[in-house]
């Protein structure tokens, strides 16, 4: 009765070739624009980081939607948002509750 | 060839470690000549330690856990005697840099390899039944899980013969800990140890998270789940999340120590203080991951000892998912002394105290699950009764040293050690051992003896309240943990009454050890009305794992259940079982394997040869190891097919069973 059965992988997890083509296509538009925004020296210095800050943002929606496969059609893509969002709310618990407490570590020292 | 490693490391002028090895060397000849004898070796190599069946593993976990409490409980005998003799000018029987080896060891082995051993045990043994799973979602990872544990559980123990242990507690803080002040080995001994365990602890959570979400019985809803599975998921939970801190942590300490970086030194731009955040943002998760599972056990127990449903299951999960959250926000609590201004110890110590508020929750549910029903003092009902007297006054403790201000008083202070023993042992250790007795039954198909079990509960529960209360006392007194000798009058009357509690508590050890050698006997010797026909060991179960044989056949369920509420085996026990509408069909099991053994070997001498600095030895193992990860993906011959006979033939011999209890009744 043995037979040889490796894991399957099933096919809900993965995007479909539209899908990849559109995430491509969308991430390629938004490196772009970042260069774009640079390069034509249409904005000032801090509008210029403040236009880069959200097309990084829109880019890495763009990455966890079309290639990391998060989302909520289907079970496994909203296990892997649940992944997702754990995680990160564990390193922003971690990285601003570190910030709060080793800003407020002189509080009780002289040197103010 | 050998690094740092050279003859005088082995401590052959100390005579407690000198007779402690002959007592070892004696034991350990005695095990390998029996199996020798009774030529066994085959048969442990085919069945046990090749093993990838979640159940072998938890009585594997088992067997390890109940060892290093054994070690783990000699250095409290020693810490305890020691600290009863060493008053006014009598220096004791353990120099000073002994015993910072014996108090750091004791924390390290009972947090590390004992509870958390255990813990895994647990998981191991009663997730899968309790979700109808026929494995874990990873078996064989499962197995490498367990040999990561295993082998730093004997890193730990060699550093007992060869070179020293860790002298700066279970936590390692730097500076004490950086190669400036601590040259030794001590320290890199605790380092990876820990980190290979680690690794261990790590792949458990991924695993079980994944068994518990993907792997439920069909029709089985979240709010169906067990309350222990639902303790176990949230421990996972946690486990992802804070254990990769833990192994950061000791990775930049490793760095500090091996190549001279300064994430922690005092000079150099290190921060100590990083490291406190570090380690406690998983140290205290760490204590709620321990805490959890035995949470879910006292709820298991709790309504089958009381013959009715658990009260409030869904603010049991409410409550659970709530500690969860909270218990990753307190971390501060630890070190409220370190400095930080009024707003940062506020907001810690608020959160802290916000965390007795579900953990009460739980208490009144147990007690109401209590209340009305007809309670039934079998063994594991003594844990929980005694569990809810001791830990709440172990919370109440804690929540006593959540006020900063008051915590300022007693941090640092035995006061502080009481405290975390109270829980500790009241909660995890009680719940654990409950666990054991409750499950066990259902492992090996009879029960073991009850009055030893009782008599272990009487002793551990006065033996506890010997030793810490005490501890309470002089710590409001001004003493403070981990002093090896100390002259104040005031202290010795308490002390040596906390040595007598230990000696109590050794009491309760060996009725333990008592009842295991019984329950070794009755495996082959035992009476025909010892045995469990039903499966339903206790009469009356209400999860999954009850509806299957005891002990349970190693592809667990004949035919998957099928679930339509919270304690569908129960309701279907009261309205009758549907008969089965499926034909049995032939199971998918996952064969046995060596990959784990074989890199628990690479991690044993990657381990300690890092320890010692041996690079060569790194290398062969780390280069072994690939090499067994590559080959092993590369075999496509790892399952086979449980044939319908094999199963029907169990299945007739358990409804022959199940005829022959219901005619005795």
Redesign the interface.
Known sequence: MSENHTTSHEGENHGTYGSYIVGFVLAVILTVASFAAVLSKAFSFWQTIAVLGVLAAVQMVVHLIFFLHMGMKSTSQRHNLAAFVVTALMVAIVIIGYLFVLWDAQANMMAG | MLGKLTLSAIPYDVPILVGTFIGVAVIGIAVLAAVTYFKKWGYLWREWLTTVDHKKLAIMYVVLGLVMLVRGFADALMMRTQLALAYAGNPGYLPPHHYDQVFSAHGTIMIFFMAMVMMQALFNFVVPLQIGARDVAFPLINSISFYMTLVSAILINISLFIGEFSNVGWLGYPPISELQFNPGVGVDYYIWSVQISGIGTLLTGMNFLTTI?KLRAPGMKWMHIPVFTWTAFFAC?MI???FP?LTVSMALLALDRYVGMHFFTNDGGG?V??YL?LIW?WGHPEVYILILPAFGVFSEIAATFSGKPLFGYATMVIATGIITFLG??V??HHFFT???????NT?FGIMTMFIAVPTGVKIFNWLFTMYKGRVRFEGPMHWIVGFMITFSIGGMTGVMMAMPAADWVIHNSLFLVAHFHNVIIGGVFFGYVAGLSYWFPKAFGFKMRDVWGKWAFRFWFVGFYLSFIPLYAVGLEGMTRRMNHYDNPNWHPWLLVACVGVFVLAAGVACQVIQFVFAAFDAVNRKPDAHDLTGDSWGSGRTLEWSIPSPVPHYNFARLPVIRGLDTFHIEKELGRPAPVADLE?I?MPKYSAVGPVLGACGLVIGFALVWHIWWAVIVGLVVAFFTVIHRSAN??V???V?VEEIRADEEAFAKRLAAARAAE
């Open positions: 979400i939970i992802l999340t804070t801190v921060s203080m990083l955040n943002s990753s926000i971390w501060v370190m400095g930080s201004g009024a707003d940062v907001f032939p998918h496509l011959d399952d086979f097919y044939t």
